[in-house]
């Protein structure tokens, strides 16, 4: 895979337009059982990952639910697909009701070499606007890992802790953050997909919606607190059904450390500036 050239990729984009509406506003807050914001209130945080999804029809999905490769993103046949992390910069605040802009370009790929052998690593610029101003900055990793068992477990375990929050992955959940996502990826909500083609115990959690659950858990700990970047990373999956912990401790003045994880180690961690 890694002889292949994959330079035409470089420099890709696309753009796209949404309208962040009441009707998908109201079916998000109902999966994190909050309420739902009105029109022109500020949109929580990182729930811009539910919006800008395209409709690839259903002749055009992989095998794995998601959108054939090879158009866009580049082709990476016969390896899994996992979102690795993102570094974000919250410029501004979307609001609820009104239309968005993203244009996606991708600025870099990298092959690896990691524990369970080789990894493609595509790296896609996403700028979020609307109003004419620019809101939301982020640099996505996507990582395309060989067909060799995952890795279920780390030697990380989280530091003591200012805050925490206890999460129960039910696959309702899954199904939920699936659906608010467009996210046909079959690790999710198929079980014998996820164990027999993928080499998991079980449904794994969605790296953004541990993301999401835990920078929610930060705004619950520092209500005051605005937070200007966030980036995380993924250690390893969750699985489904075991319950993990969200939390996280302020190192120093403006700076956080976040974390999603349970007795196997850190899942997920995570870092937020502030002001």
Not at 30 to 59: E, K, N, R, Y
Not at 132 to 139: A, C, N
Not at 156 to 161: C, K
Request: glycine content about 10%; hydrophobic content about 40%.
């Amino acid at each position: 895979m890694n002889d292949l050239d994959l330079s035409d990729w470089l420099g890709r984009h696309c753009e796209s337009e949404d309208t962040l509406s009441s009707v998908l506003l109201s079916r998000i807050a109902a999966t994190f059982g909050v309420q739902t914001p009105v029109d022109g209130a500020a949109l929580p945080l990182l729930w811009h990952w539910c919006f800008f999804q395209d409709p690839v029809i259903q002749s055009e999905l992989g095998e794995d639910g998601h959108p054939a490769r090879g158009n866009f993103l580049p082709p990476a046949k016969g390896r899994h697909r996992m979102w690795a992390g993102s570094r974000i910069e919250f410029l501004g605040s979307f609001t609820a009701g009104g239309q968005a802009h993203r244009r996606s370009t991708i600025q870099a790929i990298d092959f690896k070499q990691g524990r369970t052998g080789s990894l493609l690593f595509v790296t896609v610029l996403h700028e979020y606007s609307q109003h004419g101003e620019l809101v939301l900055r982020e640099e996505q990793d996507i990582v395309y890992r060989e067909p060799t068992p995952p890795k279920l477990s780390s030697m990380q375990v989280p530091q003591v802790a200012h805050w925490t929050e206890q999460i129960e992955p039910t696959p309702t959940l899954l199904f939920r953050y699936s659906a608010v996502t467009f996210n046909g990826h079959r690790i999710h909500y198929d079980w014998p997909y996820a164990t027999e083609q993928e080499g998991y115990p079980g449904l794994v959690v969605h790296g953004p919606l541990a993301a999401t659950l835990a920078l929610q858990a930060f705004v619950h700990a520092n209500p005051g607190a605005q937070v200007r970047r966030f980036s995380f990373k993924g250690v390893r999956p969750l699985i489904c059904p075991a319950n993990f912990e969200v939390g996280g401790a302020v190192d120093e003045k403006g700076i956080a450390t976040i974390w999603a994880g349970s007795g196997a180690g850190i899942g997920q961690e995570g870092r937020v500036e502030f002001e």
